[in-house]
């Protein structure tokens, strides 16, 4: 059974045909988004009650998190070694995915006015979450941040493939039509998209880097959307650099850490830093503006 969806009467296809109209989405990009079931995959992402929010202006804040199994390995430091938290403990590759997202949450909300203009929503690469008898992939649809879930080991769990490629796809066409829902109120909205990876696409069947690229393009080409994606260093060789160029992705907003806990959580506060000064520099309204309010720390 799929999650309560509480906009099905938001027609996702309806949003992008006026989209196209409005010159707000590509042609190219709708086609490649129709690839999968938009109302079905989008609606219960979106926010509620965009009506009744409080703040003149939104920023959206959007995370597609990996859960694929290879991120319950131990954490290692530099040589190798187990990284112990402080109670002696293990700590894995998915403590420092929880710790990312909760930094971001936090230091978002601590920058902002208590996270009154800021709405996130956060998808996970595989249904993982229990809701209404069945499984989701969405940890919680746009929601104010006061009411954005902390990670924890009930509600992060990795355990599945990556299907990364069409994860990408469902996650951006779901931006794009919240965007569009505040176009329509001619409320003015910026959006800052982060996806965590680690490891190459696997277990994807629609899209690939191909399909992606039109999506990220059109996105792009309005002055109010940021891409950033991190593809930590697997095991594989994989070139994440190049996986995300493909995808369109800006190379100034790519990261590839190493699989260690110190490089993955150095990065993991870059972006937490680079998320937060974006989202309170709401009023940036040209390309320039929006792309300097987005610098990873050096």
């Not at 949003?15 to 690839?35: C, E, H, K, N, P």
């Not at 595989?126 to 902390?150: H, K, R, W």
Request: glycine residues 6%.
């Amino acid at each position: 059974m799929d999650p309560v969806d509480p906009n099905a009467s938001v027609n996702i296809d309806d949003l992008f045909a006026q989209g196209v109209d409005d010159d707000v989405i590509s042609q190219a990009a709708v086609a490649s988004l129709r690839q999968v079931d938009l109302n079905r995959r989008i609606r219960p992402a979106l926010g509620v009650d965009i009506e009744r929010l409080a703040a003149s202006q939104m920023v959206l804040v959007t995370g597609l998190i990996d859960d694929s199994q290879s991120i319950r390995a131990w954490a290692r430091d530099e040589h190798g070694n187990e990284v112990m938290n402080e109670r002696g403990q293990r700590v894995s590759n998915a403590d420092l995915m929880r710790e990312a997202h909760n930094q971001i949450v936090g230091d978002v909300i601590g920058e902002s006015r208590g996270g009154q203009d800021v709405t996130c929503h956060v998808r996970y690469l595989n249904p993982s979450i229990a809701a209404n008898g069945g499984m989701t992939d969405i940890l919680c649809n746009y929601v104010l941040l006061p009411q954005v879930p902390l990670l924890t080991v009930d509600n992060y769990n990795p355990r599945g493939q990556t299907p990364l490629f069409d994860q990408m796809a469902v996650t951006l066409a779901t931006v794009q039509a919240e965007t569009l829902r505040y176009i329509n109120l001619n409320m003015p909205c910026r959006s800052i998209v982060y996806i965590i990876t680690d490891g190459a696409d696997y277990g994807s069947h629609t899209h690939s880097p191909r399909t992606i690229r039109p999506i990220v393009q059109s996105m792009l080409a309005q002055e109010f959307n940021i891409i950033a994606a991190i593809g930590i260093q697997d095991d594989q060789g994989t070139d994440f650099r190049r996986v995300f160029a493909d995808c369109g992705v800006p190379d100034e907003w790519i990261k590839t850490p190493e699989n260690t806990a110190s490089d993955m959580r150095r990065t993991f506060g870059f972006l937490s830093r680079s998320v937060s000064r974006a989202s309170r520099t709401a009023g940036a309204v040209t390309s320039s503006q929006v792309r300097a309010s987005f610098e990873w720390d050096n």
